[in-house]
């Protein structure tokens, strides 16, 4: 698949003015202004993020509201649900709310709705759960801040609901006792955009200061805040930033039973960053919500005995071997009914419909298709019930909620964001869906859309390349949105004669930069069709991360390959 490479612009003013200050490579530093850290203050919080730093949670709009309401509960002995999202986000959230809760009070009980029968957010059979057991206050984490309906007909059946959320609110708010949401337009919170656990774990902040508890009892519960920040792909800066280094730290040093029953099952032995709790830990907790029911990953983060807690991780580990097995089912599935498709050349989107198909990965799958194969908006649709359900996602730059908004005529039901979005339709409206998506997007996608960005940081000469600058690099670490790991551009290297291909599909590099300069080992994943262009001492271009290589005890510096180009 091409890919366009772009180049970040540089600010050369602001790049000497904190190399002034700071005194390490001046490409570190042009790599800290791209990340907004522009002075010495605002490095050292960037390298050294501390808890200190974190914001009072009694900042947030409706906090005294939020904490009195649960007094009053604890006062009156009033029995409380903690209710969460089936998603990553909120299982970890209701995990913190419910384990701080209930070690200081017994009426309460958690609630995840069913992913198929229920659906995202408040649902009357949630509601009519809680009406039929005598709850009368309802927390609701990562979800409730668009439910207006359903949280008025709670209302009138004498339930309060107090909202934490971090979606973004709509004009018309629900008629909840408090919201916690940094994102309302009168919330005077300085960090807007938390998780959903982390907007919980302000909660049990507050209530330990009003209870006069100290703040480890709410830290205590970092590590579910690091994974729910990890797996909700919410920018890594600010009070993230901060909540994730030292949940990280918590990961590796002192887990919960359940955490660290998922470490283990995972094989993973080296220090756990980011990446590890995205592509590791994640997928096994989003496997309990997608195969099944997402009450057995809240049940895993509150077991505090570690032999109970391997026997639940157990059974996420094999649903989440169950989904890789059907996602990579129906991946080729799809993959097979677009090689039959004689347009599929001159299409700009991909609509896909199989009955068959299983609802809890179509999203994953479409993600699959754009990454790897075909690069353009993609929706996989399937039946759930007497309806055809999917799922729809996006490439860089292409509002794809708004493409399905042009379709709402076709559709029972949609909802999403910029990037990916969700539907439900009648069977016999989905060819014309398919027909009126693939108009919409033909009439208002850019052709550079449709061709893969890779975004660099910056130039670099393998000469820069040294241990002491790879050492403050790895500082950069917790990675994510908008501290995403460095990505450089290497120009006219050349094959040194012992880059070789490996295993038939990958290129082991070894190459350097001008006559003098170092050698440099690197890996290509799944490149090796790409070997001609650096055979025959060919100069090319190369695209690349940097990390670490351990071999035979040794540890070595190499390039982590994305791209290779002639060079011109």
């Not at 930033?241 to 990961?251: D, E």
Request: charged residues 25%.
């Amino acid at each position: 698949m091409q890919k366009r490479w772009t180049v970040k612009a540089y600010q050369p003013n602001q790049e000497q003015f904190l190399h002034a200050s700071l005194r390490i490579h001046p490409l570190l530093c042009r790599l800290l202004v791209q990340r907004n850290v522009t002075n010495y203050e605002a490095a050292r919080q960037f390298f050294r993020p501390s808890l200190d730093d974190l914001h009072d949670p009694w900042k947030m709009k409706d906090m005294d509201k939020a904490i009195s309401r649960i007094e009053t509960a604890f006062f009156q002995h009033e029995k409380i649900l903690i209710y969460g999202d089936y998603d990553v986000d909120g299982t970890t959230a209701v995990a913190t709310v419910y384990a701080f809760l209930q070690k200081r009070y017994s009426n309460i009980e958690f609630y995840i709705p069913h992913r198929y029968r229920e659906g995202y957010g408040i649902s009357l059979q949630g509601i009519e759960y809680a009406k039929e057991n005598d709850f009368s206050l309802v927390i609701a984490l990562d979800c409730g801040i668009k439910s207006v309906e359903h949280i008025s007909a709670a209302k009138a059946m004498g339930i309060d609901f107090i909202i934490c959320d971090h979606h973004l609110p709509d004009a018309i708010l629900p008629p909840a006792v408090a919201i916690l949401n940094p994102k309302q337009k009168d919330c005077p919170y300085p960090f807007k955009e938390l998780s959903g656990c982390g907007i919980g774990y302000k909660l049990i902040c507050a209530f330990a200061q009003k209870r006069g508890l100290p703040i480890s009892e709410a830290n205590k519960y970092l590590d579910l805040v690091a994974t729910s920040i990890a797996a909700d792909i919410v920018p890594m800066t600010g009070e993230n930033r901060i909540l994730a280094f030292h949940g990280l730290i918590k990961v590796n040093e002192d887990p919960l039973p359940g955490i660290k029953a998922l470490i283990q099952l995972s094989a993973l032995r080296e220090k756990l960053t980011i990446a590890n709790l995205v592509f590791v830990i994640a997928p096994r907790v989003n496997a309990a919500g997608r195969m099944d029911d997402a009450r057995k990953a809240v049940n895993l983060f509150i077991e505090n005995e570690e032999e109970k807690a391997a026997a639940i991780a157990a059974i996420l580990h094999a649903d989440n071997f169950d989904r890789k097995e059907v996602d990579n089912t129906i991946t080729q599935e799809a993959i097979s009914l677009l090689q039959s498709d004689a347009d599929i050349a001159t299409r700009k989107s991909t609509v896909l419909y199989q009955a068959h198909w299983h609802k809890g990965v179509v999203g994953i799958v479409a993600s699959r298709l754009i990454d790897k194969y075909y690069y353009r908006p993609t929706i996989i649709l399937t039946q759930s019930n007497d309806k055809v359900a999917g799922s729809a996602r996006s490439v860089m730059g292409f509002n794809v909620y708004e493409a399905i908004h042009e379709c709402k005529d076709l559709l029972e039901n949609y909802g999403g964001h910029f990037y990916a979005a969700g539907m439900t339709l009648k069977t016999e409206n989905v060819k014309a869906f398919q027909e009126r998506f693939e108009a919409v997007v033909a009439r208002t996608i850019r052709p550079d859309q449709l061709v893969p960005e890779i975004v660099i940081d910056s130039e670099i000469r393998l000469s820069d390349i040294t241990s002491s600058f790879y050492n403050i690099l790895k500082q950069f670490e917790p990675l994510g949105p908008e501290n995403l790991r460095p990505v450089f551009l290497a120009r006219n290297l050349v094959d040194n004669g012992y880059s070789r291909v490996v295993k038939d599909e990958h290129i082991k590099f070894s190459v350097k930069q001008g006559k003098y300069g170092p050698v440099m080992s690197g890996i290509g994943f799944y490149m090796a069709e790409k070997f001609a262009l650096i055979a025959d001492k060919k100069y090319f271009d190369l695209v690349f991360t940097l990390d670490e290589n351990d071999w035979n005890g040794q540890t070595f510096l190499q390039l982590k390959v994305i791209d290779i180009r002639p060079a011109y």
